[in-house]
């Protein structure tokens, strides 16, 4: 067996959204990673994904992609639901008040592109065989294009390689859940009528339908007959596709040209284990859901963003004992919080006998009706709702989401764009001299800025807040106090940087 040197300190294996997103912010931090792909290089346009929900552009945003991305689709503030109850997204307490519909493969070439420069090395049309790994790293076992077996080593390897991830089968993890879907038909076509809203989405007791243009003058078309319960290898016809629309949705918008058909099935599944030894599960690899809500993309890309910083610490030695194990114990729920909601959606949606139909309508009206619920709701669906665990004791703030507040220099997302935490103090404390007796107990004053500069920016509010507050890189508050003197800070410092 071929041992090629990838002179790597991770491998990550799938390059679709989650693995580029991952691998991306791990060479942008100089952490040497390979990206090993079975597909060809290029970019397939035929995309499953099409919404991008608030809390995902927002760690965009702290990438420098989301004006690019928010560009390049098309805003939605609002999405209707079982045609009674209506989704509005322009109050939430984002700078992205709305969900993005843009094809995945637009949001892949953004993530690519951004790998690529940060130097990430491709290795494709090389699929996983196996992994052994011990106490220094991980054995990769491959088989490349030219049909040899190799070994590649590194001292992390995260599978992002799917639903049917080879990472996952390779540890022998169970994927326990089921199919809750069968034979949905996907379809790209052209449409004599344009629809009248930018998403198309109705469900009746036998059928559903989702429509969203791909900007091209395609649209895609996903649908589903309660009475089509065949493989997913049956032919499948723009007869069907237009019959399913029509049950779903009243007609057909003249659907022709299509481009590309297939069918697939829906499962709810998720993995017991988020991380095996040197060995992390991230996006369908470790979770997979119904599309209802259209959060799948979504939750994997978040998943790399709460790896991503935490492998970049460890590996750069400042990262405290068990942060890597936060991995599971932050992202896990999050997983399950969302088969929970997209699977309760999508069986609303096929809800046919007397009582469901009964309690779909019941819930419609108490989300119309109770704003905490609603909020919730919506929170959970965008993802800005989730926070993680905070020890007991801790702040208010520590664990939760932190909004893209207004700092001295800008914005806070955009501190956040070089990788690093960011500590944000009161606008008048004074970084100059910690041992003057011009420091007041407010004031940080910290000896150790300059050596964790390059783990940390220092931010002031452009308010008079008096909260002091340190920021994860990737958007969570770490730690925080309303009254903290210079001694707590650096102790929270030194906890969460080194």
Same mark, same amino acid.
């Given at each position: 067996?071929?041992?090629?040197?990838?002179?790597?300190?991770?491998?990550?294996?799938?390059?679709?959204?989650?693995?580029?997103?991952?691998?991306?912010?791990?060479?942008?931090?100089?952490?040497?990673?390979?990206?090993?792909?079975?597909?060809?290089?290029?970019?397939?346009?035929?995309?499953?994904?099409?919404?991008?929900?608030?809390?995902?552009?927002?760690?965009?945003?702290?990438?420098?992609?989301?004006?690019?991305?928010?560009? +390049?689709?098309?805003?939605?503030?609002?999405?209707?639901?079982?045609?009674?109850?209506?989704?509005?997204?322009?109050?939430?307490?984002?700078?992205?008040?709305?969900?993005?519909?843009?094809?995945?493969?637009?949001?892949?070439?953004?993530?690519?592109?951004?790998?690529?420069?940060?130097?990430?090395?491709?290795?494709?049309?090389?699929?996983?065989?196996?992994?052994?790994?011990?106490?220094?790293?991980?054995?990769?076992?491959?088989?490349?294009?030219?049909?040899?077996?190799?070994?590649?080593?590194?001292?992390?390897?995260?599978?992002?390689?799917?639903?049917?991830?080879?990472?996952?089968?390779?540890?022998?993890?169970?994927?326990?859940?089921?199919?809750?879907?069968?034979?949905?038909?996907?379809?790209?076509? +052209?449409?004599?009528? +344009?629809?009248?809203?930018?998403?198309?989405?109705?469900?009746?007791?036998?059928?559903?339908?989702?429509?969203?243009?791909?900007?091209?003058?395609?649209?895609?078309?996903?649908?589903?007959?309660?009475?089509?319960?065949?493989?997913?290898?049956?032919?499948?016809?723009?007869?069907?596709?237009?019959?399913?629309? @029509?049950?779903?949705?009243?007609?057909?918008?003249?659907?022709?040209?299509?481009?590309?058909?297939?069918?697939?099935?829906?499962?709810? @599944?998720?993995?017991?284990?988020?991380?095996?030894?040197?060995?992390?599960?991230?996006?369908?690899?470790?979770?997979?859901?119904?599309?209802?809500?259209?959060?799948?993309?979504?939750?994997?890309?978040?998943?790399?963003?709460?790896?991503?910083?935490?492998?970049?610490?460890?590996?750069?030695?400042?990262?405290?004992?068990?942060?890597?194990?936060?991995?599971?114990?932050?992202?896990?729920?999050?997983?399950?919080?969302?088969?929970?909601?997209?699977?309760?959606?999508?069986?609303?949606?096929?809800?046919?006998?007397?009582?469901?139909?009964?309690?779909?309508?019941?819930?419609?009206?108490?989300?119309?009706?109770? @704003?905490?619920?609603?909020?919730?709701?919506?929170?959970?669906?965008?993802?800005?709702?989730?926070?993680?665990?905070?020890?007991?004791?801790?702040?208010?703030?520590?664990? +939760?989401?932190?909004?893209?507040?207004?700092?001295?220099?800008?914005?806070?997302?955009?501190?956040?764009?070089?990788?690093?935490?960011?500590?944000?103090?009161?606008?008048?404390?004074?970084?100059?001299?910690?041992?003057?007796?011009?420091?007041?107990?407010?004031?940080?004053?910290?000896?150790?800025?300059?050596?964790?500069?390059?783990?940390?920016?220092?931010?002031?509010?452009?308010?008079?807040?008096?909260?002091?507050?340190?920021?994860?890189?990737?958007?969570?508050?770490?730690?925080?106090?309303?009254?903290?003197?210079?001694?707590?800070?650096?102790?929270?410092?030194?906890?969460?940087?080194?």
């Amino acid at each position: 067996m071929n041992a090629r040197n990838t002179q790597s300190n991770v491998i990550v294996v799938g390059a679709g959204p989650t693995g580029l997103l991952l691998a991306g912010d791990l060479a942008a931090a100089d952490i040497p990673v390979t990206l090993v792909e079975k597909r060809p290089h290029e970019i397939s346009n035929l995309s499953r994904a099409f919404v991008v929900h608030a809390r995902t552009l927002e760690q965009l945003d702290a990438r420098g992609l989301a004006d690019e991305l928010e560009a +390049k689709g098309q805003a939605l503030d609002r999405i209707r639901l079982f045609s009674r109850l209506t989704v509005t997204l322009d109050t939430l307490p984002s700078r992205f008040n709305h969900l993005l519909v843009l094809p995945q493969y637009e949001m892949e070439a953004a993530l690519k592109r951004r790998a690529v420069e940060a130097g990430v090395r491709f290795v494709y049309e090389t699929e996983v065989t196996g992994l052994v790994q011990d106490a220094d790293g991980v054995t990769l076992r491959v088989r490349g294009p030219s049909g040899e077996a190799e070994e590649l080593r590194a001292a992390y390897v995260v599978g992002a390689d799917g639903m049917r991830s080879s990472v996952r089968e390779s540890l022998v993890l169970p994927f326990p859940g089921r199919s809750v879907i069968r034979s949905v038909v996907l379809a790209d076509v +052209k449409l004599a009528e +344009k629809p009248a809203t930018l998403l198309t989405v109705n469900a009746v007791g036998d059928a559903f339908a989702f429509i969203a243009p791909f900007g091209d003058g395609y649209y895609r078309m996903i649908g589903w007959h309660r009475g089509r319960n065949v493989p997913d290898t049956a032919p499948l016809d723009l007869d069907e596709v237009k019959e399913i629309a @029509r049950l779903a949705l009243g007609r057909d918008y003249g659907m022709h040209d299509a481009r590309w058909m297939s069918r697939f099935h829906s499962d709810e @599944r998720q993995v017991p284990e988020y991380r095996v030894g040197r060995v992390f599960l991230a996006g369908d690899a470790a979770h997979v859901h119904t599309p209802a809500g259209g959060q799948g993309m979504n939750t994997g890309l978040q998943d790399a963003a709460n790896l991503s910083w935490k492998l970049v610490a460890t590996l750069n030695g400042y990262g405290p004992a068990g942060l890597l194990d936060t991995y599971q114990a932050e992202r896990h729920p999050v997983g399950k919080a969302v088969l929970r909601s997209s699977g309760g959606i999508v069986r609303l949606a096929m809800a046919k006998r007397p009582w469901t139909l009964a309690a779909r309508a019941l819930l419609t009206t108490f989300l119309n009706n109770v @704003r905490p619920a609603r909020t919730r709701m919506v929170g959970e669906i965008t993802g800005i709702g989730f926070a993680y665990p905070a020890p007991r004791g801790a702040h208010p703030m520590v664990g +939760k989401r932190v909004p893209d507040v207004e700092l001295e220099s800008g914005r806070l997302y955009e501190a956040l764009r070089g990788g690093r935490f960011v500590l944000v103090t009161p606008a008048d404390t004074t970084t100059a001299d910690p041992t003057t007796a011009d420091t007041t107990p407010a004031d940080i004053g910290l000896a150790g800025i300059d050596a964790r500069k390059d783990r940390l920016t220092v931010e002031s509010w452009a308010s008079e807040r008096r909260t002091t507050l340190l920021v994860r890189p990737d958007g969570y508050a770490a730690w925080a106090a309303d009254s903290a003197d210079a001694e707590e800070v650096e102790a929270a410092l030194t906890k969460a940087v080194g």
